[in-house]
T-cell receptor, first 111, second 115 residues
Framework: SQQGEEDPQALSIQEGENATMNCSYKTSINNLQWYRQNSGRGLVHLIL?????REKHSGRLRVTLDTSKKSSSLLITASRAADTASYFCATDSTGTYKYIFGTGTRLKVLA | NAGVTQTPKFQVLKTGQSMTLQCAQD?????MYWYRQDPGMGLRLIYYSASEGTTDKGEVPNGYNVSRLNKREFSLRLESAAPSQTSVYFCAGSGTLPSSYNEQFFGPGTRLTVL
């Protein structure tokens, strides 16, 4: 079974609005990563947050991590049409080099 | 630098045929990975290689074998293809230093159809 589960599965917003997507996972982790996938393409790394961090920023992205609830959220502020993509969280498994991906959130930003 | 490259980009096989998907990276990554992505399923790990000379099973290894030929190359072999293996396959590399805190760099994918 997948380690991470994203919520919602799909999200449609207007350009300029903020988009929030959530990820829940099952076991202890060393870090959690978020990736973006444009249709038909490979995944691109967005941000990594370590298990001892609670919040991290990168440009218009803000990631939070709550290890007590085994959950993370990705906030994209002031969204643009170019942000339209699928977003995945990925967690390492018991400190190995193995990453497990969630099922993804499909974001559509309407111009 | 080419990054992570995969060949072929597209492939159609008949049930029972075999083939090898090739992956190469020029980013000096220690770890390499093979994933499959089915519609609506996200990515599932097939096999990974934490470092040159080692390989380990992921979530869905049945029906596949891998070879870490050297530090640059990591191939995925389907010995007897089945329609259930129709998917998009992604290779990824990670880490120039041994660490769990490394992002993965993905190739463009191979779209495989098994008839």
């Amino acid at each position: 079974s997948q380690q991470g589960e994203e919520d919602p599965q799909a999200l449609s917003i207007q350009e300029g609005e903020n988009a929030t997507m959530n990820c829940s996972y099952k076991t202890s982790i060393n870090n959690l990563q978020w990736y973006r996938q444009n249709s038909g393409r490979g995944l691109v790394h967005l941000i990594l947050i370590r298990s001892n961090e609670r919040e991290k920023h990168s440009g218009r992205l803000r990631v939070t991590l709550d290890t007590s609830k085994k959950s993370s959220s990705l906030l994209i502020t002031a969204s643009r049409a170019a942000d339209t993509a699928s977003y995945f969280c990925a967690t390492d498994s018991t400190g190995t080099y193995k990453y497990i991906f969630g099922t993804g959130t499909r974001l559509k930003v309407l111009a | 630098n080419a990054g992570v490259t995969q060949t072929p980009k597209f492939q159609v096989l008949k049930t029972g045929q075999s083939m090898t998907l090739q992956c190469a990276q020029d980013m000096n990554h220690n770890s390499m990975y093979w994933y499959r992505q089915d519609p609506g399923m996200g990515l599932r790990l097939i096999y990974y290689s934490a470092s040159e000379g080692t390989t380990d099973k992921g979530e869905v290894p049945n029906g596949y074998n891998v070879s870490r030929l050297n530090k640059r190359e990591f191939s995925l072999r389907l010995e007897s293809a089945a329609p259930s293996q129709t998917s998009v396959y992604f290779c990824a590399g990670s880490g120039t230093l041994p660490s769990s805190y490394n992002e993965q760099f993905f190739g463009p994918g191979t779209r495989l159809t098994v008839l």
